[in-house]
């Protein structure tokens, strides 16, 4: 019954902008801490944000001042949003949710960063 439904993925062209987001169901969003994982083909799924229930953030050392993690609590949604793409980033893009020891995941958004 929980779900995490990833949407806004695509294609880009470097230095262009994408805005990620992740709609839960079946949870109590507001008390979860949230973030965003990437994976590329060949290489191990890593972390590009996070995002605490209280708000608290923290990014990846190759995304700082370029990627924005928010959440609605309104909205039950977390957001990612992407600017200064470059094609390393492409990967496709996982939602996660988290509360002790509950851990859910969305299926993924594929992201594209190509000219």
């Known amino acids: 019954q929980v779900q995490l439904v990833e949407s806004g993925g695509g294609l880009v062209q470097p230095g262009g902008s994408l805005r990620l987001s992740c709609a839960a169901s079946?949870?109590?969003?507001?008390?979860?801490?949230m973030g965003w994982y990437r994976q590329a083909p060949g290489k191990q799924r890593e972390l590009v944000a996070t995002?605490?229930?209280?708000?608290?953030?923290n990014y990846t050392d190759f995304v700082k001042g370029r990627f924005t993690i928010s959440r609605d609590n309104t909205k039950n949604t977390v957001y990612l949003q992407m600017n200064s793409l470059k094609p390393e980033d492409t990967a496709v893009y996982y939602c996660?949710?988290?509360?002790?020891?509950?851990?859910?995941w969305g299926q993924g958004t594929q992201v594209t960063v190509s000219s």
């Open positions: 995002i605490t229930s209280t708000a608290n953030t």
């Open positions: 996660n949710g988290r509360l002790q020891f509950w851990e859910f």
């Open positions: 079946g949870l109590i969003f507001s008390i979860y801490d």
